[in-house]
């Protein structure tokens, strides 16, 4: 799917010293008693890690947290201060994790609690905080309260999902995102009912209605949190909500079916409780998946006087890839909308991939030999000088392409498997599915991250879970830690400035040159200081028109050796002026 808190002055003190030198945390609102906000999630940049891929400590081809510590000093090297883990609790594994069996346990592949314990100690040692995804949307078929569940109509947790007894006829048509009939409702004859899942069958929907599941997921939650952990990110919740009842939706509802999955009924309800009863209790930040359907939903999630969460990530950006009509002017305008509708009040993410996407610079820059490193570092730019927490994906540092499978074979995802069942089954055009897949499918952001040019990519001494990209050989850490144009140390230094320079975080942003079909520029503006930045989003030379003079300008930083000090750009340029 293309789917807080009061801290002592000691603790922030403590939390200053174990923070990176020259990174300085926000004092204001902290101490502010009339809002309970603090800001240090405002000036985080979130490295995100998909612990399945990322190092393998034991040779059974799959990551996991051992090799996560492994690799906390690569992590810290770069310069960001938080780390985003995808879901490491037992499961099954249908949807990689996002099917959780017991939310106090870790999954066998990943190791056990005790690593996730010195996983979290050694990191705040490196002072860098740790955000947890929460999977409570759904939970997996094989969790206890599921099994219990479906045993009877009478079990106490029959009323922890949504069950539709069969004598009432079939249930109203609900749409499934991964079911392989897109089915949202899967009988089950054990007791002759229907039981809604959203995603795929294995991760029935839970029933929030419920307050003894909603108390359980905020004892969850007080247990991760009780262990010191730094923040969650709440996966798929804008679904959570349900209207019970189930009512017809229009026929073709599922064309646009955010309108009717996201934001309804009490879900702005559930989330004050969820603050109430957690978030405002512990010194955690919480970001949503997703930012509803409007502008208004999207406040009414992050606004701070509204005591629900920090932030949250919208998809509208993100989602426009080449593929969908991607132009650089629609482009622009999202973000610039996005931007101006939280100007003034609440705070958003600001990311161009993560494992639910392929790669960031085969789908918004150019992969080919000639470009890839200077899109990746022109998108980096990008990321680190809007306003929004950066959300940056693992692996998008060396600047990592699409892996671009051939073969089904090759691919993991298991909606995709489901589609393409579903489309073999009616005889469908596979040859432009599997098409499709080699530029969006996310397993294209999930293969091995490469770290050498050693066999698998320095990633296991064993069979990848899935297979690696072919290009490690030559694209890899170890090669761009020696050569220092690199897009890994190109991503250092443009941490190290968005960390150094409040304006980058906080600084008002202005479009400049809006009809210009292939830069993009805008302003950056806080206390008198101005920079402006110029992106050539295309693959030939292109000129800004910014309408300022630069002359007197000087340059802070580009991704050419020599940066451009006027506004004609080379192919792919990024130039960050200071007027
Ligand atoms: C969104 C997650 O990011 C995605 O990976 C997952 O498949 C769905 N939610 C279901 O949990």
Redesign the pocket.
């Known amino acids: 799917?293309h789917?807080i808190n009061r801290l002592t002055a000691a603790i922030l003190l403590c939390l200053a010293a174990c923070l990176p030198a020259g990174y300085v945390i926000s004092q204001t609102n902290t101490h502010d008693p009339s809002n309970n906000v603090k800001t240090w999630w405002k000036e985080a940049i979130v490295y995100q890690v998909y612990p399945r891929s990322f190092q393998d400590s034991d040779g059974d081809g799959i990551g996991d947290l051992k090799g996560i510590i492994s690799r906390l000093d690569y992590i810290k090297s770069l310069g960001v201060n938080t780390v985003w883990l995808n879901p490491i609790y037992s499961s099954p594994n249908d949807?990689?994790g996002?099917d959780v069996s017991d939310y106090r346990n870790i999954m066998k592949d990943f190791g056990t609690m005790e690593d996730f314990d010195r996983l979290l100690k050694e990191m705040h040692a490196r002072g860098l905080k740790l955000v947890m995804d929460l999977?409570v949307?759904?939970s997996s078929d094989e969790h206890a309260w599921f099994t219990q569940s479906r045993s009877s109509r009478n079990s106490p947790y029959r009323k922890y999902y949504h069950w539709w007894p069969a004598e009432k006829g079939k249930p109203p048509y609900r749409y499934s995102l991964f079911d392989i009939n897109n089915d949202a409702w899967l009988y089950d004859s054990l007791t002759n009912a229907y039981y809604l899942h959203y995603?795929s069958r294995k991760?029935p929907d839970l029933n929030w209605e419920n307050p003894q599941v909603r108390k359980e997921i905020h004892d969850i939650m007080k247990f991760w949190a009780d262990k010191g952990i730094d923040g969650f990110r709440l996966?798929?919740f804008g679904f959570a909500a349900k209207d019970t009842t189930f009512p017809h939706f229009p026929a073709g509802f599922e064309k646009n079916f955010m309108k009717y999955y996201s934001m309804q009924g009490n879900l702005h309800g559930y989330l004050q409780e969820m603050n109430q009863e957690v978030l405002s209790k512990y010194d955690v930040m919480s970001v949503a998946?997703g930012a509803g359907n409007t502008f208004e939903d999207a406040h009414n999630l992050v606004d701070e006087d509204r005591h629900e969460l920090n932030m949250a990530y919208a998809f509208d950006g993100v989602d426009i890839a080449k593929m969908e009509g991607y132009s650089l002017l629609r482009f622009k305008e999202v973000f610039s909308r996005w931007d101006s509708a939280f100007a003034e009040k609440g705070w958003l993410s600001i990311y161009l991939a993560?494992?639910?996407q392929a790669r960031m610079v085969s789908r918004f820059g150019n992969d080919s030999p000639e470009f890839r490193e200077l899109s990746s570092k022109m998108l980096t730019t990008f990321i680190m000088t809007m306003r929004g927490t950066p959300y940056y994906y693992n692996g998008d540092e060396l600047g990592m392409t699409n892996a671009g499978f051939e073969r089904i074979e090759d691919y993991r995802d298991m909606p995709t498997m489901n589609q393409y069942q579903a489309l073999k089954n009616k005889g469908g055009d596979i040859a432009a599915f599997l098409k499709r897949l080699q530029f969006e499918c996310r397993d294209n952001g999930r293969t091995p991250f490469q770290w050498s040019g050693k066999p698998n990519a320095g990633f296991t001494t064993g069979t990848p879970w899935i297979g690696l990209n072919k290009n490690y050989a030559q694209l890899n850490a170890e090669a761009q830690e020696k050569d220092p144009q690199s897009v890994l140390h190109y991503f250092r230094r443009i941490v190290k400035l968005r960390r150094d320079n409040p304006l980058l975080v906080n600084g008002r942003y202005a479009l400049l040159d809006k009809s210009n079909p292939d830069v993009y520029t805008y302003t950056r503006e806080l206390n008198g200081k101005k920079w402006l930045i110029m992106l050539n989003f295309s693959g030939k030379p292109a000129k800004a028109h910014t309408g300022l003079a630069l002359s007197g300008g000087k340059v802070v930083m580009g991704n050419y050796p020599t940066p451009s000090r006027n506004e004609n750009l080379r192919p792919y340029e990024a130039v960050i002026i200071s007027l």
Request: aromatic content about 12%; glycine content about 0%.
């Open positions: 799917m789917m949807d990689n996002y999977v949307n759904h995603f991760q996966d798929a998946e993560n494992h639910d």
